[in-house]
DNA sequence: CTGTTAGCGCATTCAA
DNA sequence: TTGAATGCGCTAACAG
């Protein structure tokens, strides 16, 4: 059995209360602080952060919701959040919910019955029944949920649409297609909308047929970018907005020989590591994933301590990165 | 403020300890027990598990520990992992130590500072004595640590590598090239060590400049595919030995107009759905992760409720899928 | 600076 | 069946 503050008073003689203030920071005699470290060591005492939750009716702990646990981008925020969160003494439940609405919810309140201190969710379906009179602070990622008082992290989607097809405009394109995520998602619709602002701005017809949706997965990007390749009249460049898609894109266009950038211009999404890879390096808009998670945990933490905080929402650039598989086009 | 079981009791005129016993399972008069699922509903009562843990001495929470949270393998392992314990009560905190050898340990620490009732491990450098005398049932994933009374769910890697490598054999081939991992990690050697098993069984001589070294990420399966690519006496076959490198073993290929399988044959390892979005498709070792999952989750559970059960080591099975990409060698 | 005491929410004796 | 009483390990007054 693990020791407890009381083997560890017994062994000193000091007081049960006297051995909690010094685990918790407060000062003590020199001499009994000695003692009380030996004892600690000798008895191997380890606080006991259920009691201590029970006391003072924090858990420390934090419930993470996220759409799946094989979704790189949220794994990468999540590994943030996580060493984010532990290094203010929280741990974190994730739970996944598989794209699944039911799940989303069942899950959502598995955290809630589990005194978890907080909740970070990058939801799809939570509408604002589900998050409304809820008593711990929640911070979302990805989507904003109007009419409920959660803090929020954002990328600027629009932006960092308008700033791709600007760049491919500015090289001389014309006919870009782009491929979108599910019409239904937020992100996706906000990334569509910055690629017709683009086109809009620059004056250059908006051709539906360029405009393409898949539902983020690899296959989908292979399956679409097939399409573009067969096309009558084949755009001169592609604007891919997910990490899975710009994956299945770029296998389709090696396969059936469509050269990078010669035949075709590229630009895809938040797979920084997959485009160093690829020769030549694609043209990508990354998130800014680290400070994502960063930024959603200490709002959280932040709330926690100080539940009377407004409303934040954070909305944080992407960036362009420029690489070889834009060419110029006369 | 959340409802406690006192609330209840008040509510309903009865004592605690019968709410208590009633939300439990125990038999009640049923006239109280509508009155109690009147009041539980009416409070919106919800069972306190810090509570709760701390008077049974468990946390109803199990710690898992991952090399990292980007790798897609261990993560749908735990996606498996978190629903079979979640289906028993359990909620799952999962760490990652960003394959760093210090933070394996230090985040081993944190968890089991946590009270969790029980840890899943994919470890790469825990040793013996990381795990010797630990008061809670651990289950190892991936590598068996001796001397040492964990669990372990493993598969036979040695086994997946032998099938490949045979299949390529029986194909006619006899230039084979292996993409394995480092040299100091367990499931890399094991697979290292079936390749070289099916060529001596097949008294193909062991060609040691056809045996590359990578470190599991996409980049090294590219960089060594490359230097395949470019050998004096390119092998006709290439056995890649995990996801990520599979991945950048096909860029690498496709990029330098390597066509599959004319120019070149080719077993991939894990990547089920990559394997299917190529042209062709990949022959491709896959492991049964949903099965991984799911076993060392029901192992822990047993473990747990019964703590005098035996060691069990459970080896599962690979399988080879076979797809195009292999052609035949006269 | 230290010790005494009460109580967090629950499960569990033991009586009734 | 039900209830009163006790204690899990800890923190937070308060008194010394």
């Given at each position: 059995m693990a020791a407890t503050l009381k083997d560890v008073a017994s062994k000193t003689g000091l007081?049960?209360?006297?051995?909690?203030?010094?685990v918790n920071g407060q000062t003590i005699k020199q001499e009994n602080k000695e003692k009380i470290d030996a004892a600690i060591k000798e008895l191997n005492f380890k606080i006991n952060y259920i009691a201590k939750g029970l006391k003072s009716n924090k858990s420390m702990t934090i419930g993470v919701l996220i759409p799946e646990l094989e979704n790189v981008f949220a794994t990468h925020i999540m590994s943030?959040?996580?060493?984010?969160?532990?290094?203010?003494?929280y741990s974190t439940i994730i739970c996944d919910y598989k794209n699944d609405t039911d799940?989303?919810?069942?899950k959502l309140s598995f955290l809630l019955n589990r005194q978890v201190d907080g909740?970070?969710?990058?939801?799809?379906?939570?509408?604002?029944?589900?998050l409304a009179g809820l008593e711990i602070p929640i911070v979302l990622i990805d989507r904003i949920i109007d009419g409920v008082n959660c803090d929020c992290v954002l990328v600027d989607n629009k932006d960092a649409s308008f700033s791709a097809v600007e760049y491919l405009i500015n090289k001389g394109h014309r006919d870009i297609a782009i491929?979108?995520?599910?019409?239904?998602?937020?992100t996706a619709r906000e990334r569509t909308l910055g690629y017709i602002d683009a086109l809009v701005q620059y004056s250059i017809p908006l051709n539906e047929s360029y405009i393409f949706h898949g539902n983020y997965d690899t296959q989908s990007g292979y399956n679409l970018t097939m399409d573009i390749i067969n096309m009558q009249k084949r755009p001169s460049a592609i604007y891919v907005t997910n990490n899975e898609m710009t994956i299945g894109s770029v296998i389709a266009l090696n396969e059936c020989g469509v050269d990078i950038p010669n035949d075709i211009s590229f630009i895809g999404f938040d797979n920084i590591d997959f485009a160093k890879v690829t020769k030549p390096n694609l043209s990508i808009i990354v998130q800014p994933r680290d400070e994502i998670g960063v930024t959603a945990a200490n709002l959280l933490?932040?709330?926690?301590h100080d539940p009377d905080t407004e409303k934040r929402v954070i909305k944080l650039k992407t960036s362009l990165i420029k690489q070889a598989s834009v060419s110029i086009r006369k």
């Open positions: 007081s049960i209360a006297t051995i909690s203030k010094y943030r959040v996580e060493d984010t969160l532990m290094n203010s003494g799940l989303e919810r069942q909740i970070i969710a990058v939801p799809t379906h939570l509408s604002k029944d589900d491929i979108s995520g599910p019409k239904d998602v937020y933490i932040e709330k926690i």
